[in-house]
């Protein structure tokens, strides 16, 4: 029987954290084959960023995010030769590790995961921004083919009731049972925008504030001297300096599914909360789901309930959402919801709801654990879109806004033309989220393949697609 991996806490793509931070240090050695000018697009899913390489005759480098303020990123360190790059950018948590190809530098980006990245010479490298065509099941099943997972499905909501549903594929690999507009998708990450919002109605409801710091906030929680006066705005915004997770072998001692986990939040934040930060709160970004872990346990300290129970009655209930659960969606036994699957041996394999490993540990759920209906999705994203009465004006902006510069707000990530996006994976799924206010339109697409590699693609371009059809 084939060996089951780990599963592992997923994150948001690396496009929305490669922000225009300057670091110190510098890079050594020379490689005149690869000194000049270099163009490419980073693509994860639906969102793309161009970048732009500087590689000096002295052997320096810097990255330049063109679509996010095209500010140096200088190299903290490389290793140059004349047809190899290894470039380490630490102010972004980055690297880049690429070999000259046929005149091109085709090579790996990496930042929470790794992506295919391609520079050309030049102003080569720059493609022009694609057009969507509006999606269509024949169009849904080519993607299906090219994301080589079981199932996809995306939907939106535009203007004047336009609408859009669809959903091909199985439910897992092997079996009969196809999937159907209605089935539950885990949304990973895309979680975490959920829990903000419900931090921003306990703000309103006086239970929490944004400006408490840590130490009063989790008062009696042990923590680093320089973590006590975080508050939920650097959590919210990967600002608090704290790092991704707790080490690997730490975060696997936690069980996978548990009943209440609000013991093991709180051992968790004193864990997280005693590791040295990454750099200074307000200052560096740090994807973190420890970030999440810690609002959570702040939630249920005020709420004097469970996150899980606290989010279903304070946000999911009034916004009409039913469908939403935790972990991995279905009945044990049952093929009655979409499964998740990974990749293994060179072919995906299906993990089973009720199986030993179907999500990540249950303490991070406000970081990553939620699942329900496309349907639903797009009923928490309409309110963003509307910025409905859930929440007063100043809430949303709140919500909406990069409290310390960049591009990532609370829990979602701020496009250059104004449109809120995310994404999402454990590692055995794949989904993202589009609310595009200007346009008035709503879309969501998932995947229930975690190969990220090949879903992510095809579930972007779906995404696309369905708001080009409604919008």
């Known amino acids: 029987m084939q060996k089951r991996r780990t599963v592992l806490a997923g994150g948001a793509a690396a496009v929305a954290t490669l922000v225009g931070l300057g670091v110190g240090g510098g890079a050594s050695?020379?490689?005149?084959?690869?000194?000049?000018?270099?163009?490419?697009?980073?693509?994860?899913?639906?969102?793309?960023?161009?970048?732009?390489?500087v590689i000096g005759a002295d052997g320096s480098a810097a990255l330049y995010s063109i679509d996010q303020g095209n500010e140096a990123i200088p190299a903290s360190a490389a290793a140059l030769s004349p047809t190899t790059a290894s470039l380490r950018f630490a102010g972004v948590n980055a690297r880049y590790e690429g070999a000259l190809e046929n005149g091109a530098l085709v090579g790996t980006f990496t930042q929470g995961g790794a992506i295919?990245?391609?520079?050309?010479?030049?102003?080569?490298?720059?493609?022009?921004?694609r057009i969507a065509q509006a999606l269509t099941a024949q169009g849904l099943g080519q993607l299906l083919t090219r994301s080589r997972?079981?199932?996809?499905?995306?939907?939106?909501?535009g203007?004047?009731?336009?609408?859009?549903?669809?959903?091909?594929?199985?439910?897992?690999?092997?079996?009969?049972?196809a999937v159907t507009t209605g089935d539950l998708w885990h949304v990973g990450s895309i979680t975490k925008s959920m829990t903000a919002t419900l931090v921003a109605k306990l703000v309103e409801e006086g239970l929490l504030s944004w400006d408490a710091p840590l130490s009063q906030m989790l008062e009696g929680v042990a923590m680093r001297e320089e973590y006590r006066a975080v508050t939920l705005r650097h959590l919210l915004s990967h600002r608090s300096g704290l790092t991704g997770n707790i080490p690997i072998h730490r975060l696997l001692a936690y069980p996978r599914e548990e009943a209440d986990a609000r013991a093991n939040r709180v051992v968790y934040a004193a864990e997280a909360l005693s590791v040295a930060p990454e750099g200074p709160?307000?200052?560096?970004?740090?994807?973190?789901?420890?970030?999440?872990?810690?609002?959570?346990?702040?939630?249920?300290?005020?709420?004097?309930?469970?996150?899980?129970?606290?989010?279903?009655?304070?946000?999911f209930a009034p916004?009409?959402?039913?469908?939403?659960?935790?972990?991995?969606?279905?009945t044990p036994g049952a093929v009655d919801q979409p499964s998740g699957h990974a990749r293994g041996?060179?072919?995906?394999?299906a993990y089973l709801v009720g199986s030993p490993v179907t999500d990540n540990p249950a303490v991070l759920g406000p970081a990553g654990r939620a699942h329900m209906s496309l349907a639903d999705l797009l009923l928490f994203a309409g309110a963003h879109r509307d910025r409905s009465a859930y929440l007063r004006p100043e809430s949303w902006a709140m919500l909406h806004t990069p409290p310390f510069g960049g591009d990532y707000a609370m829990g979602l990530i701020v496009r250059a033309d104004g449109?809120?996006?995310?994404?999402?994976?454990?590692?055995?799924?794949?989904?993202?989220?589009?609310?595009?206010?200007?346009?008035?339109?709503?879309?969501?697409?998932?995947?229930?393949?975690?190969?990220?590699?090949?879903?992510?693609?095809?579930?972007?371009?779906?995404?696309?697609?369905?708001?080009?059809?409604?919008?």
């Open 29 to 53: 050695g020379q490689a005149p084959g690869l000194v000049g000018e270099w163009t490419g697009v980073l693509q994860v899913g639906s969102a793309q960023l161009r970048l732009r390489l």
């Open 116 to 129: 295919p990245l391609r520079f050309e010479r030049g102003e080569a490298g720059l493609t022009a921004p």
């Open 149 to 157: 997972a079981p199932a996809i499905a995306a939907a939106a909501r």
């Open 159 to 177: 203007a004047e009731g336009r609408s859009l549903d669809l959903a091909v594929g199985v439910r897992q690999r092997g079996a009969e049972a």
């Open 281 to 315: 709160a307000g200052v560096h970004f740090e994807y973190s789901n420890s970030g999440y872990v810690i609002a959570g346990a702040i939630i249920e300290n005020v709420a004097g309930q469970a996150w899980e129970a606290v989010i279903q009655e304070r946000l």
């Open 319 to 330: 916004l009409g959402i039913t469908s939403a659960g935790f972990g991995a969606p279905g």
């Open 345 to 349: 041996m060179g072919r995906l394999s």
């Open 419 to 471: 449109v809120l996006w995310h994404n999402g994976s454990n590692t055995l799924w794949y989904a993202e989220l589009l609310i595009d206010a200007p346009r008035r339109l709503v879309a969501a697409a998932a995947a229930n393949s975690g190969a990220v590699d090949e879903a992510a693609p095809a579930v972007g371009e779906a995404l696309m697609g369905a708001a080009a059809a409604v919008g």
